[in-house]
């Protein structure tokens, strides 16, 4: 049973650009967290999605940034005209169940963006 | 309120000692209070978790001391190792919105 898969695990942006984040959450899992890593910093949630539905986007800036999981494929988080402030690592988790069951999150390995 | 603080931001162990992170919150409806280890390069990844209806959980050399009164819990390392060089977060979770609330991290460093 293959982990969280998350593609690219590196990704370099100029100023302007957009990037796109694939998360692919592990066999049976329905529930998609996306985390955003800044240098020397811990983890803030950023949004929920279970599938076709948006749960808890508290975490998500108001601009630029949107996240989707479709009834099939990949969920995607999207940054649009990124700034150097976006370069970060990214984290995927995905879950089984319901949070109200504490059912444990697994993360991917991250994808790694670079602003230039 | 929806903060976890977490310390030592780094701490330098000898080998076979006990490492011991902290962690404290404020939010009395989080009821999930997970541990990730974090290898450089590598997502995180669960290392142990308590609910607050008990005090104590082992597992292996890791341990959880939870003080609900004084709304703090801390990660013990027995033995520690040179391969238990990490970064560890501690995180908790009040399980309506299924999201983590992370600390700020440890970076462990555990001398041969």
């Known amino acids: 049973n293959a982990g969280v898969m998350q593609n690219p695990r590196h990704l370099v942006r100029r100023r302007g650009q957009e990037a796109r984040l694939r998360c692919s959450p592990m066999?049976?899992?329905?529930?998609v967290y996306w985390y955003r890593q800044l240098p020397e910093e811990g983890l803030k949630f950023m949004v929920y999605?279970?599938?076709?539905?948006?749960?808890?986007e508290s975490g998500m800036p108001k601009e630029r940034f949107s996240a989707e999981f479709p009834k099939e494929g990949p969920s995607i988080l999207r940054i649009q005209q990124v700034v150097r402030g976006d370069s970060a690592a990214y984290f995927c988790?995905?879950?089984?169940?319901?949070?109200?069951?504490?059912?444990?999150?697994?993360f991917g390995q991250g994808t790694r963006l670079t602003v230039v | 309120q929806q903060q976890v603080k977490q310390s030592p931001q780094s701490l330098i162990v000898q080998k076979g000692g006990i490492s011991i992170i902290n962690c404290a919150y404020e939010?009395?409806?989080?009821?999930?209070f997970p541990w990730y280890q974090q290898f450089p390069g590598k997502g995180p990844a669960l290392l142990i978790a308590?609910?607050?209806?008990?005090s104590e959980k082992k597992e292996g050399r890791f341990t959880i001391s939870f003080n609900k009164s004084a709304k703090q819990f801390s990660l013990h390392i027995m033995d520690s190792q040179p391969g238990d060089s990490a970064t560890y977060f501690c995180?908790?979770?009040?399980?309506?919105?299924?999201?983590?609330?992370f600390g700020q991290g440890t970076e462990l460093s555990v001398k041969p």
């Open positions: 999605l279970q599938k076709e539905n948006i749960i808890d």
């Open positions: 939010n009395t409806a989080f009821d999930y």
């Open positions: 308590i609910r607050p209806d008990v």
């Open positions: 988790a995905s879950s089984p169940g319901s949070p109200l069951l504490n059912t444990e999150a697994f």
């Open positions: 995180a908790a979770s009040d399980n309506q919105g299924g999201k983590l609330i």
């Open positions: 066999k049976g899992h329905s529930h």
